[in-house]
């Protein structure tokens, strides 16, 4: 398969969707959101956006199926999925505040094999496909050489779920605080993994996560030379609702500052 040929198309279809949700974006009003769950929003722009995205794919790659947040689509392929968050961001959207990111990844056999971010208000871009290196708008990423977790940035994300970890995950936390130069918090995974793969940051970790939520970010890392896991060290992260993400020289002991707090 043409991975390159495949991800500039996939590229064009995340930034009209992109164009869509910032045109919606004018006049929105929260009168216009549906509550999923405590802090867990979906609008008819996410589900009109996902409706663009699905009705772009099904033409590219024969027999995908599709694994996408908001429903338009449900049907698992046996080798081909495409995995899609159309709006990841929703409660930064309904509040008119960044980062907003369309997420889009082609799996092969559940691994990724292609990705793209398009965060709506800078217009970037960020995208990979299998061994082909990582990108943002057109020119080549690698994640930061930073060596040292005294001098990293480090991102995460705060759960809609999980209260039972929320006690040690706050502590994980105050760790970072203390241990860094600082943890910052967009309110998008997707973005946060973008920023890890061009090397804004140095590091992010959540859990609670889907996998249209990490699948194209996590592939972008990877291809930018950085490495990716759940909370074990292992590589169930598309899946396993959890992720720990970071460049390649302090991930080791990014993982095990993780690990002391986030597994039981």
Known sequence: ?????????VIGIAVEAGQYIMERMTGFS????????????VTEVDKAA?????????????GAGFIAEEGTA??????????IDPLDGTTNFIHHAPPVAVSIALTENDLPVLGVVYEVWLKEAFYAWKGGGAY????????????????ALIAVGF??????RRKVFIQSLDHFLHATHGVRRLGSAATDLA???CGRYEGFYEYNLA?????AGALIITEAGGKVSDFSGNNNFLFGKEIVASNNKVFAEFLDDVKQFMKP
């Not at 996902?50 to 024969?62: A, F, H, S, T, Y």
Request: net charge negative; aromatic share 10%; with cysteine.
């Open 1 to 9: 398969m043409d991975y390159k040929g495949l991800c500039d198309e």
């Open 30 to 41: 929260m009168s216009q959101v549906e509550v999923k769950g405590k802090n867990n929003f």
């Open 50 to 62: 996902e409706g663009i995205i699905v009705e772009r794919l099904r033409k590219l790659v024969d």
């Open 74 to 83: 449900q049907s698992r392929g046996e080798k081909y999925n495409w995995i």
């Open 136 to 151: 943002l708008n057109g020119k080549e990423i690698r994640v930061s050489d930073t060596a040292e977790m005294k001098d």
């Open 159 to 164: 759960p809609y779920h999980g209260e039972q």
């Open 195 to 197: 920023y890890v793969a």
């Open 211 to 215: 996998p249209w939520d990490v699948a």
